[in-house]
T-cell receptor
Framework: AQTVTQSQPEMSVQEAETVTLSCTYDTSESNYYLFWYKQPPSRQMILVIRQEAYKQQNATENRFSVNFQKAAKSFSLKISDSQLGDTAMYFCAFISNNAGNMLTFGGGTRLMVKP | EAQVTQNPRYLITVTGKKLTVTCSQNMNHEYMSWYRQDPGLGLRQIYYSMNVEVTDKGDVPEGYKVSRKEKRNFPLILESPSPNQTSLYFC???????????FGDGTRLSIL
Protein backbone atom coordinates (compact mmCIF):
# COMPACT_ATOMS: atom_id res chain seq x y z
CA ALA A 1 0.00 0.00 0.00
CA GLN A 2 1.11 3.50 -0.74
CA THR A 3 1.57 6.10 1.99
CA VAL A 4 2.08 9.84 1.79
CA THR A 5 3.59 11.83 4.67
CA GLN A 6 3.55 15.56 5.21
CA SER A 7 5.73 16.28 8.23
CA GLN A 8 4.76 19.94 8.70
CA PRO A 9 1.23 20.30 10.10
CA GLU A 10 1.46 24.10 10.06
CA MET A 11 3.70 26.70 8.48
CA SER A 12 3.72 30.44 8.12
CA VAL A 13 5.48 32.81 5.75
CA GLN A 14 5.63 36.54 5.22
CA GLU A 15 3.97 37.94 2.16
CA ALA A 16 6.35 38.07 -0.85
CA GLU A 17 8.74 35.51 0.64
CA THR A 18 9.34 31.92 -0.43
CA VAL A 19 8.18 28.82 1.42
CA THR A 20 8.72 25.10 0.84
CA LEU A 21 6.27 22.40 1.90
CA SER A 22 7.61 18.88 2.35
CA CYS A 23 6.12 15.59 1.19
CA THR A 24 7.49 12.08 1.17
CA TYR A 25 5.81 8.95 -0.12
CA ASP A 26 6.32 5.24 -0.10
CA THR A 27 5.52 2.94 -2.99
CA SER A 28 6.85 -0.07 -4.83
CA GLU A 29 5.31 1.14 -8.10
CA SER A 30 7.51 2.55 -10.83
CA ASN A 31 4.86 4.41 -12.81
CA TYR A 32 2.83 6.94 -10.87
CA TYR A 33 1.78 10.56 -10.57
CA LEU A 34 2.11 13.12 -7.80
CA PHE A 35 -0.04 16.15 -7.09
CA TRP A 36 -0.31 19.11 -4.81
CA TYR A 37 -3.82 20.30 -4.02
CA LYS A 38 -4.81 23.52 -2.28
CA GLN A 39 -7.87 23.75 -0.04
CA PRO A 40 -8.79 27.32 0.92
CA PRO A 41 -11.35 28.06 3.63
CA SER A 42 -14.07 27.61 1.02
CA ARG A 43 -12.99 23.90 1.24
CA GLN A 44 -12.79 23.47 -2.53
CA MET A 45 -10.03 21.13 -3.72
CA ILE A 46 -7.91 23.03 -6.24
CA LEU A 47 -5.13 21.43 -8.23
CA VAL A 48 -1.86 23.31 -7.83
CA ILE A 49 0.63 21.18 -9.74
CA ARG A 50 1.11 17.70 -11.18
CA GLN A 51 4.24 15.62 -11.73
CA GLU A 52 4.64 12.44 -13.77
CA ALA A 53 7.12 10.08 -12.16
CA TYR A 54 8.77 9.12 -15.44
CA LYS A 55 9.65 12.75 -16.15
CA GLN A 56 12.83 13.93 -14.50
CA GLN A 57 12.12 17.60 -15.12
CA ASN A 58 10.45 19.30 -12.19
CA ALA A 59 6.99 20.69 -12.87
CA THR A 60 6.35 24.42 -12.56
CA GLU A 61 3.17 26.51 -12.63
CA ASN A 62 3.81 30.23 -12.34
CA ARG A 63 4.89 30.84 -8.71
CA PHE A 64 4.61 27.16 -7.81
CA SER A 65 7.32 24.61 -8.47
CA VAL A 66 8.25 21.19 -7.18
CA ASN A 67 11.47 19.45 -6.26
CA PHE A 68 10.88 15.84 -7.27
CA GLN A 69 13.50 13.40 -6.01
CA LYS A 70 12.37 9.97 -7.20
CA ALA A 71 15.11 7.94 -5.53
CA ALA A 72 14.44 9.64 -2.21
CA LYS A 73 10.65 9.49 -2.78
CA SER A 74 10.37 13.16 -2.01
CA PHE A 75 8.06 15.72 -3.62
CA SER A 76 8.28 19.19 -2.07
CA LEU A 77 6.33 22.26 -3.17
CA LYS A 78 7.97 25.68 -3.39
CA ILE A 79 5.80 28.77 -3.40
CA SER A 80 7.62 31.91 -4.50
CA ASP A 81 6.47 35.49 -3.87
CA SER A 82 3.82 34.27 -1.42
CA GLN A 83 0.49 36.05 -1.55
CA LEU A 84 -2.27 36.37 1.02
CA GLY A 85 -4.48 34.25 -1.23
CA ASP A 86 -2.06 31.35 -0.82
CA THR A 87 -3.31 30.90 2.75
CA ALA A 88 -4.85 27.40 2.72
CA MET A 89 -4.41 23.73 3.52
CA TYR A 90 -2.07 22.02 1.09
CA PHE A 91 -2.30 18.32 0.39
CA CYS A 92 0.27 16.16 -1.31
CA ALA A 93 -1.27 13.22 -3.19
CA PHE A 94 -0.13 10.12 -5.05
CA ILE A 95 -1.75 7.87 -7.63
CA SER A 96 -0.48 4.81 -9.44
CA ASN A 97 -1.79 3.21 -12.59
CA ASN A 98 -3.05 0.27 -10.55
CA ALA A 99 -5.22 2.19 -8.10
CA GLY A 100 -8.42 2.70 -10.10
CA ASN A 101 -7.71 6.43 -10.15
CA MET A 102 -7.94 6.70 -6.36
CA LEU A 103 -5.64 9.26 -4.81
CA THR A 104 -3.67 8.65 -1.62
CA PHE A 105 -3.33 11.89 0.34
CA GLY A 106 -0.97 13.13 3.01
CA GLY A 107 -2.33 14.63 6.21
CA GLY A 108 -1.98 18.19 4.96
CA THR A 109 0.01 21.32 5.81
CA ARG A 110 -1.82 24.43 6.91
CA LEU A 111 -0.06 27.46 5.42
CA MET A 112 -0.62 30.96 6.73
CA VAL A 113 0.69 33.89 4.69
CA LYS A 114 1.18 36.94 6.91
CA PRO A 115 0.99 40.53 5.66
CA GLU B 1 -19.47 24.14 -17.41
CA ALA B 2 -17.61 21.01 -16.35
CA GLN B 3 -18.52 20.16 -12.81
CA VAL B 4 -19.06 17.57 -10.12
CA THR B 5 -22.19 18.26 -8.09
CA GLN B 6 -22.74 16.92 -4.62
CA ASN B 7 -25.90 17.17 -2.57
CA PRO B 8 -26.57 18.05 0.13
CA ARG B 9 -23.79 20.48 1.07
CA TYR B 10 -24.61 20.16 4.76
CA LEU B 11 -26.60 17.61 6.72
CA ILE B 12 -27.20 17.06 10.41
CA THR B 13 -28.94 13.81 11.23
CA VAL B 14 -29.23 11.16 13.91
CA THR B 15 -27.68 7.77 14.42
CA GLY B 16 -29.30 4.99 12.43
CA LYS B 17 -31.28 7.11 9.98
CA LYS B 18 -30.34 6.03 6.45
CA LEU B 19 -29.02 8.78 4.21
CA THR B 20 -27.71 9.18 0.68
CA VAL B 21 -25.25 11.75 -0.60
CA THR B 22 -25.61 12.21 -4.33
CA CYS B 23 -22.79 12.89 -6.77
CA SER B 24 -23.20 13.72 -10.42
CA GLN B 25 -20.66 14.68 -13.10
CA ASN B 26 -21.30 16.11 -16.57
CA MET B 27 -17.95 15.27 -18.18
CA ASN B 28 -18.62 11.66 -19.21
CA HIS B 29 -15.78 10.52 -16.96
CA GLU B 30 -15.12 6.80 -16.48
CA TYR B 31 -13.70 7.09 -12.97
CA MET B 32 -15.54 8.31 -9.91
CA SER B 33 -14.59 8.07 -6.26
CA TRP B 34 -15.53 9.07 -2.73
CA TYR B 35 -13.24 10.41 -0.01
CA ARG B 36 -13.72 11.51 3.55
CA GLN B 37 -11.64 14.26 5.13
CA ASP B 38 -10.83 14.33 8.83
CA PRO B 39 -8.41 16.67 10.66
CA GLY B 40 -4.83 15.47 10.56
CA LEU B 41 -5.68 12.52 8.33
CA GLY B 42 -6.09 14.27 5.02
CA LEU B 43 -8.53 12.68 2.59
CA ARG B 44 -9.05 8.94 2.72
CA GLN B 45 -10.50 6.72 0.04
CA ILE B 46 -13.91 5.18 0.69
CA TYR B 47 -14.98 3.63 -2.63
CA TYR B 48 -14.23 4.06 -6.29
CA SER B 49 -15.74 3.08 -9.60
CA MET B 50 -14.00 2.50 -12.91
CA ASN B 51 -17.18 2.31 -14.96
CA VAL B 52 -20.89 1.50 -14.79
CA GLU B 53 -21.53 -1.45 -12.47
CA VAL B 54 -17.82 -1.63 -11.54
CA THR B 55 -17.01 -0.54 -8.00
CA ASP B 56 -14.34 -1.41 -5.46
CA LYS B 57 -13.41 -0.62 -1.89
CA GLY B 58 -10.91 1.99 -0.88
CA ASP B 59 -9.14 2.20 2.48
CA VAL B 60 -12.14 3.00 4.73
CA PRO B 61 -15.26 1.38 3.23
CA GLU B 62 -16.86 0.12 6.45
CA GLY B 63 -20.35 1.52 6.98
CA TYR B 64 -20.71 2.81 3.40
CA LYS B 65 -22.28 1.54 0.19
CA VAL B 66 -22.11 2.85 -3.35
CA SER B 67 -23.71 2.10 -6.68
CA ARG B 68 -22.91 3.06 -10.28
CA LYS B 69 -25.98 2.38 -12.37
CA GLU B 70 -25.36 5.32 -14.69
CA LYS B 71 -22.07 6.78 -15.80
CA ARG B 72 -22.80 10.26 -14.48
CA ASN B 73 -24.02 9.31 -10.97
CA PHE B 74 -22.21 7.75 -8.03
CA PRO B 75 -24.22 8.04 -4.80
CA LEU B 76 -22.78 7.31 -1.37
CA ILE B 77 -25.15 5.49 0.97
CA LEU B 78 -24.93 5.31 4.74
CA GLU B 79 -27.39 2.57 5.72
CA SER B 80 -27.09 3.10 9.48
CA PRO B 81 -25.00 6.20 10.15
CA SER B 82 -22.97 6.44 13.34
CA PRO B 83 -21.21 9.40 14.99
CA ASN B 84 -17.79 8.23 13.75
CA GLN B 85 -18.99 8.94 10.22
CA THR B 86 -19.22 12.64 11.01
CA SER B 87 -16.87 14.10 8.43
CA LEU B 88 -16.41 16.16 5.29
CA TYR B 89 -17.05 14.07 2.18
CA PHE B 90 -15.79 14.66 -1.35
CA CYS B 91 -16.79 13.08 -4.62
CA UNK B 92 -14.34 13.22 -7.52
CA UNK B 93 -14.29 12.17 -11.15
CA UNK B 94 -11.59 11.64 -13.74
CA UNK B 95 -11.25 10.62 -17.36
CA UNK B 96 -7.89 8.87 -17.38
CA UNK B 97 -5.70 7.52 -14.61
CA UNK B 98 -3.13 10.10 -13.64
CA UNK B 99 -4.93 13.10 -15.07
CA UNK B 100 -6.18 15.68 -12.56
CA UNK B 101 -9.52 14.83 -11.05
CA UNK B 102 -12.46 17.15 -10.65
CA PHE B 103 -13.75 17.43 -7.10
CA GLY B 104 -17.19 18.36 -5.87
CA ASP B 105 -17.58 21.13 -3.31
CA GLY B 106 -17.88 18.72 -0.41
CA THR B 107 -20.66 17.57 1.92
CA ARG B 108 -20.42 18.24 5.63
CA LEU B 109 -22.16 15.42 7.51
CA SER B 110 -22.85 15.53 11.24
CA ILE B 111 -24.24 12.36 12.82
CA LEU B 112 -25.61 12.93 16.34
Amino acid sequence: AQTVTQSQPEMSVQEAETVTLSCTYDTSESNYYLFWYKQPPSRQMILVIRQEAYKQQNATENRFSVNFQKAAKSFSLKISDSQLGDTAMYFCAFISNNAGNMLTFGGGTRLMVKP
Amino acid sequence: EAQVTQNPRYLITVTGKKLTVTCSQNMNHEYMSWYRQDPGLGLRQIYYSMNVEVTDKGDVPEGYKVSRKEKRNFPLILESPSPNQTSLYFCASGAVVGQPQHFGDGTRLSIL
